[in-house]
């Protein structure tokens, strides 16, 4: 089989739909054991950083009470600290707590949206 060029890829893939370029994106992702949304998400994030520059570079995620819905505070916080379940769930009978120190703003409110949107009330210092 002949090596393809660059050049050959390009014009290939300006030819293909939407569909077969998502198919593609998928069995490259399987084949090489990677993500194609990594890049985009770092790339999303650089402008809101320089946003944030204007105030602390770094703040402290603080749990101050569960909620109603424990058991998805409880795995919100497992997610966000890659604890196992038994130490998150130590971590949010704890609260009020600190569930991340030291981070930037922007990681800060991604992980305040997904406490909130579990059910927990959480502030940023």
Known sequence: MAKLTSKEIIESLKEMS???LNELVKAVEEEFGVTAAA?????AAAPVEEESSK???????????????????????????????????????????????????VEAEEHKKALVAAGAEVEIK
């Open 18 to 20: 939407v569909l077969e």
């Open 55 to 105: 105030g602390p570079a770094e703040v402290n995620l603080v749990l101050k009470a569960v909620g109603m819905q424990k058991v998805a505070v409880i795995k919100a916080v497992q997610a966000i600290t890659g604890l196992g379940l038994m130490d998150a769930k130590k971590l949010v009978d704890g609260a009020p707590c600190n569930i991340k120190e030291h981070i930037s703003p």
């Open 39 to 43: 890049p985009v998400a770092a790339a």
